[in-house]
């Protein structure tokens, strides 16, 4: 395992990202410990178990809160944003599995370990995604045994009556401004994020050309709609601005 670490870190692996690999492999091992198997022994059935086990047990971590803090798996009803699951995460398990696949294969270029990786992979989205271009569109191909689905979220969104909370705490008319603008901006990044109204996503070179050609929507209850452009200093104006700065015309 220190080999396998000390590669990492000799590739320009963040320090967090061997930390975590660290923990997997370490979790991996002791449940190979508990079994009774040597880690060049393993097959792909230590490695369902190891999935079975995280898919059921109790994340240590959810249980070091606060009193009084939000139940686990709950969701805030003001911000929108769910707190984390009492148990683990599928993009957790997801992240053990390619820490342990990467660990063999990198056993496997010394000829150590077991002859196949006790890992499965799916070929097919191996192949799919091996020189695909980011302007296209991610296709969907059937997931490797053993891999969670992992939910995708929807995109937070706060009620009116909390928008107009926030609106009204702002001190000056920049603020609202600001905070309409930014508003806009995410939903036409939600827009582009779904894709055409035929439900069929879009690529980022249509992401690209959907943003460059959207207008700008209506205001919502307590926002501002489109912030008009400041309108030029007239002569006058400037004149002032430059009387008393040494600026100004000696002709005049």
Known sequence: MSAYLRDLMLGDVSPLTCRSYAFDLLRWHRLLWCL???????????????VGWLRAARNPQRERRQPGSAPAGSVNLKTGKPSLRAGYAPATI??????????????????DGPVVNPVPVSAQRRQVLAHRSPLEPVPVVRRARLRQRVPQQA?????????????????????????GVLCQLGRAGERAARGDPGGRRLGWAAHLRRVQGHQDPPAGPGLPGRVPPPEPLSGRRRASCRRGTGLENPAR
């Open 36 to 50: 009774g198997i040597g880690w060049e022994k393993a097959t792909e059935a230590e490695v369902a178990a190891m």
């Open 94 to 111: 997801n992240h053990a599995l390619t820490v342990v696949h990467g660990f063999y294969s990198f056993h496997g270029r010394f000829r």
């Open 155 to 179: 995109p937070r969104s706060i009620p009116d009556a909390l928008w107009d909370e926030l609106l009204a705490a702002m001190g000056s008319d920049r603020d609202p401004c600001a905070a």
